[in-house]
């Protein structure tokens, strides 16, 4: 059935890094790809998303590119904040829902 | 504010009994997911529901069972509770049916512990 692999965390940066969170998906025809961020004591919230190969979604300086041809949606951002510091899904929608584990991302001042 | 409710926030309760978890959706949205998140299993899709039918099933236990009513909200029903089903329940609301291209507004979750 359809997956999504995330990198591990937690990740921990210093304010203004550059962040990637590797995410790779294995699903039958074409899936749509998302990204979710949890804020503590919060629901998700849609950060982005693409529908098709080759799409990029962007919001709030994250990125990231549907890869068909390595199955892959990684997340970037240039210059992190604190604020920034959650837990980040990575998902697909094929015929239901599928969620990463999530990636927590800590950032220092 | 995503626009969703759920309620209660927190339950505590015994194994082996029953609970009900409600859920709001945002206006006008006619789907509702419900979804639950552990340490162990992470977050995972139970059901969905498009205005009052069910559309799609997840991995949810047949000791659970959810509907949408007539006036949109849904009610996730838990019965004969195990420790293992400690989590936090989700429920997200969409405008469509189709789940790729509609982006999914989620509650703030309800906290269910069972002791």
């Known amino acids: 059935g359809d997956s999504v692999t995330q990198m591990e965390g937690p990740v921990t940066l210093s304010e203004e890094a550059f962040l990637t969170i590797n995410c790779t998906y294995t699903?039958?025809?074409?899936?749509?790809l998302f990204w979710y961020v949890q804020y503590p004591g919060e629901g998700l919230q849609l950060l982005l998303k693409?529908?098709?190969?080759?799409d990029k979604g962007s919001n709030k300086g994250f990125e990231a590119t549907y890869r068909k041809e390595t199955t892959s949606f990684h997340l970037e951002k240039g210059s992190v904040q604190v604020s920034d510091s959650a837990v980040y899904f990575c998902a697909l929608v094929n015929n239901d829902m599928r969620f990463g584990a999530g990636t927590r991302l800590t950032v220092k001042p | 504010d995503s626009g969703v409710t759920q309620t209660p926030k927190h339950l505590i309760t015994a194994t082996g009994q029953r609970v009900t978890l409600r859920c709001s959706p945002r206006s006008g949205d006619l789907s509702v997911y419900w979804y639950q998140q552990s340490l162990d299993q992470g977050l995972q899709f139970l059901i969905q529901?498009?205005?009052?039918?069910?559309?799609a099933k997840g991995n949810i236990l047949e000791r659970f069972s959810a509907q949408q009513f007539p006036d949109l909200h849904s009610e996730l029903n838990l019965s004969s509770l195990e420790l293992g089903d400690s989590a936090l329940y989700f429920c997200?609301?969409?405008?469509?049916?189709?789940?790729?291209?509609?982006?999914?507004?989620f509650g703030p979750g309800t906290r269910l512990t069972v002791l």
């Open positions: 529901y498009y205005n009052g039918e069910e559309r």
């Open positions: 997200a609301s969409s405008v469509g049916e189709g789940r790729s291209y509609n982006e999914q507004f």
């Open positions: 699903a039958t025809g074409y899936p749509s």
């Open positions: 693409a529908t098709k190969a080759d």
